[in-house]
């Protein structure tokens, strides 16, 4: 004889408030036992307009929303808003600008990647030691950002053709240091981590997306590099002076939750190389265009211009629409963070509880950057 | 360096395939009409001369008399790019374009966004409800016409949101 | 009375001075009584309403002082100062975190079935506490010294998982329901290769007694039961729920757990319960592992105890600052295809070594160490090779191999767009 245990799902809302959402992003999971059959991501807790903001600011002032949008890749978000505007206003960068501004967003793009791997150790249930290990580093680099700019976290670094400000004398040798300590706390971080074979059986085969589903559902970035799909906007589409260093694009096969952590701790290593580079190249000149070229009021031609980055998330890109006047008439944030959450329910179905949360971490997002 | 297709060739290679769809085309952008839009799309998807795998970004901006929809493509197997634009909605009433998320998933939650905050309805698509703002928000914000709150709101007879969906949102709190 | 209990010097001192008359006393040399003759129970209720309260109000101590040293600790792992600022070395913060508590508002939520509501913190202080009594924490200092120790142990501790299950269940929170399904799964796994790990440690000792146990460990019973101390470490880690087992309070999955709902004084309960359970979990190992409170004079034998608890602390500590959590599945293979089977190796071993050696010397004691340790090498590593996953293996870079064709085919230069820079 057998006897039928009477079973039902039972949904619970995860979120807003909730301590591993990364931000207030609400989840309603449907589960059987601790088994997830159904999710349905509820964004918008975090929506302050942005997009409508822009259009009443002029082009330089929505420099300081963009900050806002991704606040652990602010310079980043700016390279890719001035890439737009100089396409819209067909503005000729200085050099060393532009050296300047790829300096300072491989240095974020560290910084990134960091906060990423660091939360997602923390999604596994780690007691807070390799978060703060890769807090301490990032520490360092942010102390590096006010040296440029005087800001941290929101920096409003770049203009139109370059930056607002040239890196003070002791900028260098302090990059210098934070360089050379760099790769050891990366290996330490190697040994910890990588080797471990709590992390390792965790995160192993756990949430796999296959190249083709994640194409399809346009997501990019690191996500895409840790199944294979050698994408990277730097590589395949330079802007800025890309096209001039040398770097490798680290590739996983796997696809699943530990490729997508070991694609970013490679790509930290890369991204220390291309700043030993650009340090190489960067020479002394003008740190934007002259102001009678490039005014505070820019003034684009009537038109649109679309101009994307690889962002340490994915594909950042800005679409703006000029109708000539001081102000964008239309901006467009292409978000990385949004569109790599398309593919959420496929990832999270059909895996545990506790796998929840690492999957969700692993795709890396911002909600300030999701809701925008 | 990816390269771009240029807007006169690519309307004519898509003319080839499909006549009398492409309505303009001017530097790397071509304007198709917003019915053929399934059609076009699928042909740049899976068509070897364009290969378009990735759709990287839907937007729509608001021209006052009507609403132009731009998808901006990638080719990753060509290196290349491509921008196709529709206009709709003229006279800002009903302004709709069908869906290309059977094409595309990742237009999912972009066509949502545009829906929520622009107001273009998507026809076909199977999760039609606003991702920013919460169901029954009156207007749309990021038309030009939305000026304050208290103008904005909109009869509760005359708003359109699907029915049911606001009451689903709120239901099973744990 | 039982005279047992009068071979345990505070009792002995309170006791006499308060019925000096009686048999076992007048024995021992004591001689002034306070009470009259007849009055025997209320010296020995006064005697143990004093000697609990003492017990408890250490343990209690012993607590708070655990729980700003854990955190100075994991300040210093983790590379900050921790807490530094109210008292010499932060001392006081934990005094101060207990006051807070308790001024806190104590919230019952509408759905939550306020009986049960209130017994369960109740339910997870009580058992630890009463392990208490049976530890012998130095030379004639225990409360009691039953001659089922180990039984009494394992049956009492065992009630701190029902009152989880209350817990989480009382609190009508979907949450909190996870956490209470997931308590009752690993909970009671883990009893098992916690009971069974000790069997090796009677056999050596013959006895089920606490104080025999520390008696018999001429030769630390780490040396003698690696095995056993090893199951027995990672099994009473799960059963007090640290990480990397600490899936019932999961704060990055279930935010907190069981607890999600309780607040003030109730939730401090819990709090308490769950370090004091540590502290107990620490002190049972020296008890049972590392010779008690046996040492070398001139140092007091209840020193010996604490630093060797303190030793184990930290190195529970240690793992819990280092590692993640394991998955709900994860746990209980490791319980049941782990640790059970290691468990019964043991005993299969130690019960061959005693039926060659009935009664050890100390050379015998060194010779079934040695075989001990090599079995225990052999076993866990044998164990940890089919335990983990199949397919592990070190994830090998592979620049050169994309899987998915990028840019495999030019897009020809007749279409390309030759207007300038376009993305």
């Known amino acids: ?50 997009e409508k903001l822009a ?51 491989e240095l974020q793009r560290i910084a990134s990647h960091l906060v990423a791997v660091g939360f997602l150790i923390q999604d596994l249930g780690a007691w807070g030691t390799p978060l703060i290990y890769t807090m301490r580093e990032r520490e360092k680099i942010l102390d590096l950002f006010e040296m440029l700019c005087g800001a941290r976290i929101t920096n409003s670094y770049l203009r139109p053709g370059g930056v607002f ?43 796999i ?55 970013r701790v490679q790509e930290m290593r890369e991204s220390i190389k291309i700043i030993r580079q650009c340090e190489q190249l960067i020479e002394p000149g003008p740190i934007r265009p002259e102001h009678d070229d490039v005014p505070w009021l820019l003034r684009p031609p009537v038109g649109d211009a679309y101009a994307a980055i690889e962002h340490s998330k994915g594909e950042l890109g800005f679409y703006l629409v000029s109708d000539g006047s001081i102000s964008p008439y239309r901006c467009h944030v292409r978000a990385p963070s949004l569109i790599n959450l398309t593919l959420l329910r496929d990832m999270l179905v059909g895996e545990l509880l506790a796998d929840m949360f690492v999957s969700f971490g692993s795709v890396d997002i911002n909600m300030g950057e999701v809701d925008r | 360096m990816s390269k771009a297709w240029d807007g006169a060739k690519l309307a004519e290679a898509i003319h080839k395939s499909i ?46 008399s009507y609403f132009e929809i731009v998808y901006h493509l990638t080719s990753l197997t060509r290196n290349a790019t491509a921008v196709i634009k529709s206009k709709t909605g003229f006279g800002r009433d009903e302004a709709r374009i069908p869906s290309v998320v059977d094409i595309w998933r990742g237009a999912d939650l972009q066509e949502r966004e545009v829906w929520d905050l622009m107001g273009i309805i998507f026809e076909g698509h199977p999760n039609h409800k606003r991702i920013m703002l919460w169901e029954g928000f009156p207007g749309h914000p990021l038309r030009k016409d939305l000026a304050t709150y208290e103008q904005s709101i909109v009869p509760e007879a005359e708003r359109r949101v699907p029915s049911g969906v606001a009451n689903e949102v709120e239901e099973g709190q744990g | 009375m039982n005279s047992t209990f009068l071979d345990n010097s505070l009792f002995r001192n309170i006791y006499c001075y308060l019925a000096g008359g009686s048999d076992g006393c007048a024995s021992r040399g004591y001689d002034t009584a306070i009470l009259p003759a007849g009055f025997e129970w209320l010296a020995f209720a006064i005697t143990a ?26 300040g210093r792992i983790q590379n900050r100062t921790g807490p530094n600022r109210w008292g010499p070395f932060g001392m006081f913060t934990s005094v101060a975190d207990a006051i807070k508590t308790l001024f806190k508002e104590d919230i019952v939520p509408d759905e939550a079935d306020r009986w049960l509501f209130n017994l369960a913190p109740i339910l997870m202080v009580f058992p630890v506490l009463m392990v208490l009594a049976v530890i012998p924490f130095g030379v004639g200092t225990f409360v009691v010294d039953i001659n089922v120790g180990i039984l009494f142990v394992i049956a009492v501790t065992s009630v701190s998982g029902i009152s989880v299950v209350l817990a989480s269940w009382a609190s009508g929170n979907r949450i909190s329901i996870f956490a209470g399904m997931r308590s009752v799964a690993m909970l009671i796994s883990y009893e098992i290769p916690m009971a069974l790990s000790l069997i090796g440690v009677l056999m050596l000792a013959g006895s089920m007694s606490l104080g025999a146990i520390v008696e018999a460990q001429d030769l630390p019973f780490i040396l003698v039961q690696p095995l056993g101390l090893f199951v027995f470490l990672i099994a009473a880690q799960a059963e007090t729920s640290r990480t990397p087992f600490d899936l019932i309070e999961a704060e990055s999955e279930l935010a907190a757990g069981y607890l999600n709902d309780y607040s003030s004084m109730k939730f401090g309960i819990f709090f308490l319960a769950e370090f004091l359970a540590t502290i107990v979990a620490s002190m049972l190992i020296v008890t049972l592992f590392l010779g008690g409170w046996r040492g070398w004079d001139p140092i007091p034998s209840q020193v010996w105890f604490a630093g060797k608890t303190v030793l ?48 050890p010397g100390m050379t015998e004691l060194l010779i079934m160490s040695v075989i001990n340790w090599i079995v225990f090498f052999i076993s866990v590593w044998l164990v940890s090779k089919l335990l983990r996953p ?29 207007g300038g820079a376009t993305r």
């Not at chain 1, 808003?81 to 000729?92: P, R, S, T």
């Not at chain 1, 004398?169 to 934070?178: G, R, S």
């Open chain 1, 1 to 50: 004889m057998t006897t039928q245990v009477r079973t039902e799902p039972i949904t619970v809302n995860l979120g807003p408030q909730h301590p591993s959402t990364h931000g207030v992003f609400r989840m309603r999971v449907t589960f059987d036992g601790e088994e997830i059959i159904d999710v349905e991501p509820i964004f918008g807790y975090l929506h302050r307009g942005s």
């Open chain 1, 55 to 105: 259009e009443e600011r002029t082009y330089v002032q929505v420099v300081t929303l963009t900050d806002r949008m991704d606040y652990v890749g602010s310079m980043l978000n700016n390279q890719a808003y001035m890439l737009a505007v100089e396409k819209l206003a067909g503005v000729e960068p200085a050099p060393r600008g532009v050296w300047l501004r790829m300096i300072a967003s």
């Open chain 1, 165 to 207: 400000m040239d890196a003070p004398e002791e900028f260098w040798p302090a990059m210098n240091e934070v360089l050379d300590e760099l790769p050891p706390r990366i290996d330490d971080l190697d040994d910890l981590l990588t080797d471990n074979d709590i992390i390792f059986s965790r995160t192993k085969g756990v949430s």
């Open chain 1, 209 to 263: 997306l296959t190249p083709e589903q994640m194409i399809d559902a346009s997501i990019t970035g690191p996500m895409l590099r840790a199944a294979g799909v050698d994408w990277d906007l730097r590589h395949r589409d330079p802007y800025d002076y890309y096209d001039q260093v040398k770097f490798d694009r680290p590739l996983h096969t796997a696809g699943d939750n530990f490729a997508r952590y070991w694609v």
């Open chain 2, 19 to 64: 006549p009398d769809v492409v309505v303009d085309a001017n530097g790397t952008d071509i304007w198709i009409e917003p019915d053929s839009v399934l059609e076009v799309m699928r042909l740049l998807r899976d068509d070897a001369e364009f290969q378009f795998q990735l759709l990287s970004s839907v937007t729509a901006v608001d021209y006052i």
């Open chain 3, 49 to 74: 309403f004093i000697i609990i309260n003492i017990v408890i109000n250490a343990g209690l101590g012993a607590v708070i002082v655990y729980i700003w040293g854990e955190r100075r600790i994991l």
């Open chain 3, 312 to 359: 184990v602390l930290l190195f529970i500590m240690w793992m819990r600052f280092s590692w993640p959590r394991l998955r709900v599945d994860q746990i209980l293979v490791l319980a049941w295809k782990g640790l059970f089977e290691l468990t019964l190796i043991n005993i299969f071993v130690t019960a061959i070594l005693i039926a060659i050696w009935p009664d």
């Open chain 3, 390 to 418: 199949s397919d592990y293996s070190a994830p090998t870079p592979q620049p050169n191999r994309p899987a998915y064709p990028v840019a495999t085919d030019e897009l020809p230069d007749e279409v390309a767009y030759t």
